[in-house]
Structure formats: C-alpha cells, structure tokens
C-alpha cells in the first residue's frame, strides 16, 4: 500500500508540473503588418485568446503616427480599442497591461474595466488615461472575461496573463486508475479481515481454544 502511495505521488507531481501554466506578455508585435494607415481586427485564437472589438496596428506605418503618443510599449504594434471591447476564450490570470489614451480624441479618456470570473463580477475599477503616459494596471486571477468599457479610443500594449490549463485526458485517466487500484487494496485488505475461520481469527486476536 506504501509504495502504491509512493507512486501516486510521484504521477500527480509530475502531472502538475506538466500542467503548471506560466505567465505571457502579448505584445501583438508578431502579428503581420495590415499596412500603412491600416488597423485590422485581432483574429480570434491569438495568444490562445477571444477577441471581440480589439484590432491592431503598426504604430509607426501611420499617417499621423504621434496619434498613438506613448503608448507604444513594444514596438512596433499596438491593439486598439474602439469604446467598448472584451477578451475572453479562457480562465486565466490577468496579471497586467499598459493603456493609454488616443491622441487624436484628448488628452484623456476614462476607461472602465470589469473582470468575470464564470460566476461572478471580481474586478471593476475605473481609470483616467493620459496621452502623455501609459497607465500600468493589475488584475484579477481565474477570470475568463475582461470588459472595456471607455469614453474614446484606448491603445493596450504588453498584456500579461497566465492561461490555466484544463487538466489533459492522460491526467485525469491517471486520476481514475488510481482511485481503483486504492479501492482494490481496500477491498483486499477488507476480504483478508473479514473471511476468515474462527480459529484463523482467534490466532489473529491472540485468543486460545
């Protein structure tokens, strides 16, 4: 029984390092070039993510390129949020992200961003962005939807998150095999306690005729 325990330890740390999600920055950086004086939409998927109102651009194959004032972090893309926009397709952690306010629209924007886990509201903070500066803001964990709701244009560059994974089929098969082989060691060591003679039981309990 001890070395089926030894076992079963070693399987469920192995499949938790193999499972163990680490962060990612997306700096929509590898992303193709849509062209001078184009924005394109995210396609879905990217980064492992759902993309709903978020396109990008190359921030300098601009005709007025300063539009995108400081909100270039990695160079040279940059996505762009149009008002109202949401990232989803999976459970992760949000851990960062650098907005900042359109030029073209003032010097500020308010942008408010709401994180869901999938029951509940756990994150609704409202900020003022600036052109001047991008605005480092933090996150929520297990969400699996991140709402932008603002009053103008925003730029978004490096997003960290932390995707977490759904356990794989090996693993859970490995979960299953498990719990049989320790409901089998349980039912033997049951069968051995309880079908044995009187007199096998008498010796066991230390009992004479």
């Not at 996505?79 to 629209?105: D, E, H, K």
């Not at 977490?164 to 409901?183: D, H, K, R, Y």
């Amino acid at each position: 029984m001890k070395s089926l325990l030894k076992l079963a330890c070693l399987y469920f740390a192995a499949a938790g390092t193999a499972l163990a999600a680490a962060p990612i920055t997306i700096t929509f950086d590898d992303l193709p070039n849509p062209g001078y004086g184009q924005a394109t939409l995210i396609p879905s998927g990217y980064a492992g993510l759902q993309w709903s109102g978020l396109l990008y651009a190359n921030a300098y194959n601009q005709p007025l390129s300063s539009y995108f004032g400081n909100g270039v972090v990695s160079s040279p893309n940059v996505a762009i949020s149009p008002y109202s926009s949401t990232i989803g397709g999976a459970v992760f952690n949000f851990n960062s992200v650098y907005l900042t306010a359109f030029n073209q629209q003032g010097s500020q924007q308010q942008v408010e961003v709401q994180m869901w886990t999938p029951t509940t509201l756990a994150y609704d903070i409202t900020y003022t962005l600036s052109t001047a500066h991008s605005t480092l803001i933090y996150g929520s964990s297990g969400v699996d939807q991140v709402i932008f709701n603002s009053t103008g244009t925003f730029i978004m560059d490096n997003l960290s998150v932390t995707i977490i994974p759904e356990p794989s089929f090996p693993a859970l098969l490995g979960v299953g095999a498990f719990l049989m082989l320790f409901s089998c060691e349980r039912f033997g060591a049951a069968r051995k306690t309880t079908f044995c003679s009187p007199a096998q039981r008498s010796v066991h309990e230390g009992v004479g005729p």
